[in-house]
């Protein structure tokens, strides 16, 4: 389908039409790992999460509002007791699944579940290749070990299993080790080197950044990452000006569902959503795919009128939530759109 190029014409579609066709469910916002640089925060109780019931209603309505990929993330999903059930429920619905999980919670019967059950993928969460990093960086001991016993369960089972890492000052050392260990398992990888304020508004992750020549300089080690950042690049350019705060697919044909039921055009918005809990999906969408709609920025502002804006990696959400100005961009990540724009342009 991808490559036949049906699932980007049916998106077009869906935003012509205003379609939820894709979406983000995090089930929980608890974790049994305690990242230091996590956007989610400390917010461990499960008071107030949707019930089993409500999230299968839910998933009944995404379905019948035209959502057909969804991804579940977290938080961990897998810390979820009714996961299995809200998993198949989703299958049930004619979904295209994801899961987003650190894999120290994937039990022989979860493996079991997406054997059966197949997700497009599984994306696992990878911050260290020494048990010591990891204890750091995940502050669990057995971190780095739980993870792995967890991805062997998904290979044995041939489950297509992807793997992620945030570049941070605490493993930027051994990042070539982490990068070596996603070979040496034969699995995709990819890394974020922008790490942001927690949805709360706390700031302390930032103090975990990498400067961003160093950041830019091991994200571009890769050709294919640096070749990805140019087409990117080439891409953005073609596009003409545009007011709307929104130039993703935010709101358009993406959302993003909170563990309490909080609808968001994403989820690094920082506005309150609308509650599809007391309403109901369908209008809780409206009301957000409204907003996008009607949410508009100065063309001609410095973060906008950059020309490395669209290489930073920020968009009006994240401004937001890092300088409580949605047409202010950091200075980091500015700074890591121009380090991205030097090497780009040297090539």
């Given at each position: 389908?991808?490559?036949?190029?049906?699932?980007?014409?049916?998106v077009?579609?869906?935003?012509?039409?205003?379609?939820p066709?894709?979406?983000?469910?995090?089930?929980?916002?608890?974790?049994?790992?305690?990242?230091?640089?996590?956007?989610?925060?400390?917010?461990?109780?499960?008071?107030?999460?949707?019930?089993?019931?409500?999230?299968l209603?839910?998933?009944?309505q995404?379905?019948?509002?035209?959502?057909?990929?969804?991804?579940?993330?977290?938080?961990?999903?897998?810390l979820?007791r009714?996961?299995?059930?809200?998993?198949?429920?989703a299958?049930?619905?004619g979904?295209?699944?994801k899961?987003?999980?650190?894999?120290?919670?994937?039990?022989?019967?979860?493996?079991?579940?997406?054997?059966?059950?197949?997700?497009?993928?599984?994306?696992?969460?990878?911050y260290?290749?020494?048990?010591?990093?990891?204890?750091?960086?995940?502050g669990?001991?057995?971190?780095?070990?739980?993870?792995l016993?967890?991805?062997?369960?998904?290979r044995?089972?041939?489950v297509r299993?992807?793997?992620?890492s945030?570049?941070?000052?605490?493993n930027a050392a051994?990042?070539?080790?982490?990068?070596?260990?996603?070979?040496?398992?034969?699995l995709?990888?990819r890394m974020?080197?922008?790490?942001?304020?927690?949805?709360?508004?706390?700031?302390?992750?930032?103090?975990?950044?990498?400067?961003?020549?160093?950041?830019?300089?091991?994200e571009?080690?890769?050709?294919?990452r640096?070749?990805?950042?140019?087409?990117?690049?080439e891409?953005?350019?073609?596009?003409?000006?545009?007011?709307?705060?929104?130039v993703?697919?935010?709101g358009?044909?993406?959302?993003?569902?909170?563990?309490?039921?909080?609808?968001?055009?994403?989820?690094?918005?920082?506005?309150?959503?609308?509650?599809?809990?007391?309403?109901?999906?369908?209008?809780?969408?409206?009301?957000?795919?409204?907003?996008v709609?009607?949410?508009?920025i100065?063309?001609?502002?410095?973060?906008?009128?950059c020309?490395n804006?669209a290489?930073?990696g920020?968009?009006?959400?994240?401004a937001?939530?890092?300088?409580?100005?949605?047409?202010?961009?950091s200075?980091y990540?500015?700074?890591?759109?121009?380090?991205?724009?030097?090497?780009v342009?040297?090539?």
């Amino acid at each position: 389908m991808q490559a036949g190029g049906f699932f980007p014409r049916l998106v077009r579609k869906a935003e012509a039409a205003g379609v939820p066709i894709s979406g983000t469910f995090d089930l929980t916002w608890r974790c049994c790992f305690r990242c230091l640089h996590c956007y989610a925060g400390p917010a461990r109780d499960r008071r107030g999460e949707l019930t089993t019931a409500e999230a299968l209603d839910l998933l009944d309505q995404m379905a019948a509002a035209g959502c057909l990929d969804l991804l579940f993330s977290g938080g961990d999903p897998l810390l979820r007791r009714d996961f299995e059930r809200i998993y198949r429920h989703a299958r049930e619905c004619g979904m295209f699944l994801k899961v987003f999980t650190n894999a120290a919670l994937v039990s022989e019967r979860i493996a079991d579940l997406f054997a059966d059950y197949a997700p497009d993928y599984v994306e696992v969460s990878l911050y260290a290749a020494t048990d010591a990093t990891a204890a750091i960086v995940t502050g669990d001991p057995q971190g780095l070990r739980r993870t792995l016993r967890g991805i062997d369960r998904l290979r044995r089972r041939g489950v297509r299993v992807r793997l992620k890492s945030v570049l941070m000052a605490t493993n930027a050392a051994e990042f070539p080790a982490i990068e070596a260990l996603a070979t040496s398992l034969g699995l995709p990888f990819r890394m974020d080197v922008a790490i942001l304020p927690r949805l709360n508004g706390d700031m302390a992750p930032l103090a975990l950044r990498v400067p961003a020549e160093e950041a830019v300089r091991i994200e571009f080690s890769d050709p294919e990452r640096r070749q990805k950042w140019a087409r990117y690049l080439e891409q953005l350019r073609k596009m003409p000006p545009t007011n709307a705060r929104f130039v993703c697919k935010a709101g358009r044909t993406d959302f993003h569902l909170d563990p309490y039921g909080i609808l968001r055009p994403c989820v690094m918005f920082p506005g309150g959503g609308s509650n599809a809990r007391v309403l109901s999906f369908s209008e809780a969408w409206r009301q957000v795919s409204t907003l996008v709609k009607k949410a508009t920025i100065a063309v001609d502002v410095s973060c906008r009128s950059c020309n490395n804006n669209a290489l930073s990696g920020s968009c009006s959400a994240v401004a937001e939530l890092e300088t409580g100005f949605a047409d202010r961009c950091s200075g980091y990540l500015c700074d890591l759109g121009r380090e991205r724009a030097d090497l780009v342009g040297s090539q």
